[in-house]
Nanobody
Framework: QVQLVESGGGSVQPGGSLRLSCAASGFTLGAYAVGWFRQAPGKEREGVLCISSSRTVTYLANSVTGRFTISIDNAKNTLYLQMNSLKPEDTAVYYC?????????????WGQGTQVTVSS
């Protein structure tokens, strides 16, 4: 049974950092394209970052380039999203997801989400 469980969200001031984690079970993260998307209140879902099975990273949101990074710990089968220089516009619920095929395609599984709030 495929499961994705996010953690690490919280409240932070502008300019701060957070690291989100996504523990996967039922499949091996490294064998799939996996990534993060977010959804802010009243806004559409937005892809953030994706890493393919060949470890190619795709930035899906230009606004996070240079501030967010994605990584996988194979031993823990856990996906991470390191977020630095956070801005109020980064406030959203963040979800990790497994893609059906590649980073430009659809998801087939995602987690329950973790709230990130950036505010002074």
């Amino acid at each position: 049974q495929v499961q994705l469980v996010e953690s690490g969200g919280g409240s932070v001031q502008p300019g701060g950092s957070l690291r989100l984690s996504c523990a996967a079970s039922g499949f091996t993260l490294g064998a799939y394209a996996v990534g993060w998307f977010r959804q802010a209140p009243g806004k559409e879902r937005e892809g953030v970052l994706c890493i393919s099975s060949s470890r190619t990273v795709t930035y899906l949101a230009n606004s996070v380039t240079g501030r967010f990074t994605i990584s996988i710990d194979n031993a823990k089968n856990t996906l991470y999203l390191q977020m630095n220089s956070l801005k109020p516009e980064d406030t959203a619920v963040y979800y990790c997801a497994r893609y059906r095929s590649n980073c430009l395609g659809a998801y087939d599984y995602w987690g329950q989400g973790t709230q990130v709030t950036v505010s002074s």
